[in-house]
Nanobody
Framework: VQLQASGGGLVQAGGSLRLSCAAS????????LGWFRQTPGKEREFVAA????????SYAGSVKGRFTISRDNDKNLASLQMNRLKPDDTAVYFC????????????????RGQGTLVTVSS
C-alpha cells in the first residue's frame, strides 16, 4: 500500500486546512487509515484514525471537536478537516495505514506515507 499525503500549508490561528491521504495498491481498501504528527524535539503524536468501513473514528484529546477524519472508499481517499487551528498544531502530518485503529492509536502502522507540513501562525 502506498500513501500520499497532501494539503499542508501555512494558515493563521483560528483558520482551517484540509489534509488528504491517497491510498493505492491492491489491498489499500483493507486498512484503517490515520494521521500522526511530529515536530522537532517532540515525540510523534497520534491525531486521528478511521476504520476500514468508516463507521468508527478515534481522535486525540487535543484535537477532538476541532478535527474531523473521513474517508471515501470509492476513491481510497482519507481526509482530515482541521478547524480552529492553533499554533500548537504546527507539525509534519503523516498518513498511516494498519488493520486496526488501536494499533494506529499506539503509533503502530503497516504503512506510512511521506509527511505534509502544517504551519499555524499566531
Amino acid at each position: 500500500v502506498q500513501l500520499q499525503a497532501s494539503g499542508g500549508g501555512l494558515v493563521q490561528a483560528g483558520g482551517s486546512l484540509r489534509l488528504s491521504c491517497a491510498a493505492s495498491g491492491p489491498t489499500a481498501g483493507n486498512h484503517a487509515l490515520g494521521w500522526f504528527r511530529q515536530t522537532p524535539g517532540k515525540e510523534r503524536e497520534f491525531v486521528a484514525a478511521i476504520s476500514r468501513s468508516g463507521d468508527m473514528t478515534s481522535y486525540a484529546g487535543s484535537v477532538k471537536g476541532r478535527f474531523t477524519i473521513s474517508r471515501d472508499n470509492d476513491k481510497n481517499l482519507a481526509s482530515l478537516q482541521m478547524n480552529r487551528l492553533k499554533p500548537d498544531d504546527t507539525a509534519v502530518y503523516f498518513c498511516a495505514a494498519d488493520y486496526t485503529i488501536p494499533t494506529l492509536e499506539r503509533l503502530g502502522y503497516a504503512y506510512r506515507g511521506q509527511g505534509t507540513l502544517v504551519t499555524v501562525s499566531s
